[in-house]
C-alpha cells in the first residue's frame, strides 16, 4: 500500500459532532448513547455525493481525486452543518476494489463548500486505478484514473480529448456521455465550465424566438453562494458525472466561469469598478477551486490562480497549460468583431503576462518530447472574420477577443514556434471547429485544432452561413464545422491527428456522435491534411 500524508491532521470532525450529540441528549435528560450506535447516515438530510466524484492533475506516480459534500446542492453550504468533517478515501488497482493500494482520510471544510481533494501520489506509472470516498456510511460511486508514463520513457502512444463551452441551456450534455464511453488517457477542458448568465431570450432560425433547452436557476451569478449552487446545477447532470467519473481532466478556465470577456480586473461592462469586479472575481475563482480536481498549487490567492502547467506523457509529447485571461491586457478597440485600430499593433501589449511568458520560454528550452503542444482558450490564426453577412466591409475585421487583437503577443509567439519543431496548438472559445496552420511571416510553424463546444450554440449544422467566403479569405484555414462535440488527439510518434467528433443534436436527448473529420500534421512537416 502506498504510504499517504493525509492532506490535514489537525481535524476531529466527527468526534466534535458525536460529541455535541451526546451532550444535547445529557442536558435534555435523554439516556446517553454509546458513540458506536450512532448511525453516520443521520447527520445529512439524503445522500452527500450528489454531485460526483472526478480524478485531475495526473502524474507519473498519482493524480488529484475530488468531491463534494452536499445532501442539498442548492442549500446554503449545500445542505451541509457548519463543521469540519473527515472524509475517508481509497485507490484501488480493480474496480471491485479487492486490492487498496492507498488511502486515508482528508478534510472537507465549511470554508471551501466541503469539497474535497486528495493528492494521491507513490502509484505506479502509465497504470489505470479506481478511487471512491466514504463517509459513516455514504459511500460515492467509484471513479476511474490512469498516471502519466514514467518521466523519460518512451511512450508510443497518447490518446486524449478536449472538450469546453458548456451553457446549460443551449443544450443536452450528450457529449459527454459519449465520451465516458472514449477510450482516453485523460480530457482536456479549455474553459466555459459554466455561464454566468442566462440570456433573456433563445433565438432559432431567421432570429425568431425559441424555447430554451432547460433552464438556469438564477439568472446571474455574482456571489460565492451563487457561484456554488451555480456549479451545483451543471453537476446534477449525470452526462457530465459520467465523463468526470470516467477519465481524469486536465482543468482550466476561460472568460465565463466569471464574466463574459473578463481580463485582469476588467469587466466587460466597463461601468463596473475594477475593485468591485475584482470582489466577483475571487468568488469565481474558489469556486472554480472547490469544483475542479486540481491541486493545491492552484489554490486561489485572492482573486487569482496560477493555473499554466505542464504535464509531461513520457517522450512523447509536452503539454503546456496556458491562462489567457488573468494577467492580460484589455482589449482594444473597444473588443468586438471589428477593423484593426492602433491598439492592435500596440508593443506592450499582453496576452499571458510577463512571468507566464517566462515561465513557456523555460518550459520550450527543455526539449524533452518529440511533441510540443499548446493548449489555451483562443484563436491564434488572425482570420478576416468577413463572411460576407452580418461581419462584411471593405476592411479586415477580426475578432478583438482572440489573439489576433494582440498582434505584438501573437508575433512573440510565433517566433517562439519557429524555434521548436512538431507544434500544436489546442483551442476552445469560437463554438465551433476549425484546423488550419500557424505562421511565423510566411514560413508555418504549428498547427491548430480549434475545437466546438459542448452544448453552446444549439444544435448547430455542418457550416454556418459564409463559411465558403470566410475559408475563401483565410487559406490557412483547412476545416470548418459548425456543430456541437468534442475533439479526441491521437498522438504517435510519426504523426499527431486530430479527430473532430460531432453530434447530430443536443436540443433532445439521444443524440448521435460522430467523426466529422481528421486534421493531420506529420512529425517534421507543418503541412495540415484534412480526412
Avoid at 206 to 232: F, N, T, W
Avoid at 267 to 281: E, G, M
Avoid at 423 to 446: I, K, M, S, W, Y
Amino acid at each position: 500500500m502506498a504510504n499517504h500524508r493525509a492532506n490535514d491532521s489537525l481535524s476531529e470532525g466527527l468526534a466534535i459532532m458525536l460529541n455535541r450529540r451526546l451532550f444535547i441528549a445529557g442536558a435534555t435528560g435523554t439516556a446517553l448513547a454509546a458513540p458506536a450506535i450512532v448511525r453516520a447516515q443521520s447527520w445529512f438530510s439524503a445522500y452527500p455525493f450528489k454531485l460526483g466524484v472526478a480524478a485531475g492533475d495526473p502524474s507519473s506516480d498519482g493524480f488529484v481525486i475530488w468531491t463534494k459534500l452536499a445532501p442539498e446542492p442548492y442549500a446554503p453550504h449545500g445542505g451541509m452543518p457548519m463543521s469540519l468533517l473527515q472524509v475517508k478515501w481509497e485507490v484501488a488497482s480493480d474496480d471491485r476494489f479487492r486490492t487498496i493500494v492507498a488511502a486515508g482520510e482528508a478534510p472537507a471544510r465549511p470554508e471551501l463548500g466541503h469539497s474535497v481533494h486528495v493528492e494521491v501520489s507513490g502509484l505506479q506509472a502509465g497504470t489505470t486505478y479506481w478511487y471512491r470516498f466514504s463517509i459513516g456510511s455514504d459511500r460515492s460511486l467509484f471513479g476511474r484514473a490512469k498516471t502519466l508514463p514514467a518521466a523519460g520513457s518512451a511512450a508510443n502512444r497518447l490518446r486524449f480529448a478536449i472538450a469546453g463551452c458548456q451553457h446549460y441551456e443551449s443544450g443536452l450534455y450528450t457529449a459527454y456521455r459519449a465520451m465516458a464511453g472514449d477510450d482516453l488517457d485523460f480530457v482536456y477542458h479549455y474553459g466555459d465550465f459554466i455561464y454566468e448568465y442566462s440570456p433573456d431570450y433563445n433565438f432559432g432560425a431567421g432570429g425568431l424566438p425559441v424555447p430554451k433547452i432547460r433552464e438556469h436557476r438564477l439568472r446571474e451569478v455574482y456571489s460565492l453562494d451563487d457561484y456554488r449552487a451555480h456549479y451545483a446545477q451543471h453537476l446534477l447532470d449525470l452526462d457530465l458525472q459520467a465523463a468526470r467519473a470516467r477519465h481524469a481532466f486536465i482543468s482550466t478556465f476561460d472568460d465565463h466561469e466569471i464574466h463574459n470577456n473578463w481580463v485582469q480586473d476588467i469587466s466587460q461592462d466597463r461601468d463596473i469598478p475594477n475593485q468591485v469586479f475584482a470582489l466577483r472575481r475571487a468568488a469565481a475563482m474558489q469556486a472554480w477551486y472547490e469544483f475542479m480536481p486540481v491541486r493545491a498549487a492552484l489554490f486561489p490567492d485572492g482573486r487569482v490562480i496560477n493555473a499554466h502547467r505542464r504535464f509531461n506523457w513520457g517522450t512523447l509529447a509536452a503539454i503546456n497549460v496556458l491562462d489567457t485571461r488573468s494577467w492580460r491586457s484589455d482589449q482594444p478597440c473597444d473588443d468586438g468583431f471589428k477593423p484593426i485600430c492602433a491598439g492592435v499593433n500596440d508593443p506592450e501589449a499582453t496576452v499571458l503576462g510577463q512571468a507566464q511568458e517566462q515561465w513557456l520560454d523555460t518550459s520550450f528550452a527543455r526539449r524533452d518530447a518529440t511533441w510540443t503542444c499548446v493548449a489555451q482558450q483562443i484563436m491564434m490564426m488572425p482570420l478576416d472574420r468577413r463572411d460576407g453577412g452580418r461581419t462584411q466591409g471593405p476592411e479586415k475585421i477580426i475578432n478583438i477577443d482572440s489573439w489576433a487583437g494582440y498582434d505584438a503577443a501573437r508575433r512573440r509567439m510565433m517566433r517562439r514556434f519557429s524555434r521548436l519543431d512538431n507544434v500544436v496548438v489546442l483551442t476552445g472559445d469560437e463554438h465551433q471547429n476549425f484546423a488550419g496552420q500557424l505562421f511565423d511571416g510566411d514560413r508555418p510553424v504549428a498547427m491548430e485544432n480549434v475545437i466546438t463546444s459542448i452544448s453552446s450554440g444549439g444544435d448547430g449544422r455542418d457550416l454556418r452561413n459564409g463559411a465558403d467566403v470566410l475559408m475563401a479569405a483565410n487559406p490557412q484555414v483547412k476545416f470548418m464545422n459548425d456543430q456541437r462535440g468534442y475533439g479526441v488527439c491521437e498522438v504517435t510518434p510519426d504523426a499527431w491527428q486530430t479527430h473532430y467528433m460531432v453530434l447530430d443534436r443536443v436540443s433532445s436527448p439521444g443524440g448521435t456522435i460522430s467523426r466529422r473529420a481528421t486534421a493531420t500534421m506529420a512529425r517534421g512537416s507543418t503541412n495540415v491534411t484534412i480526412s
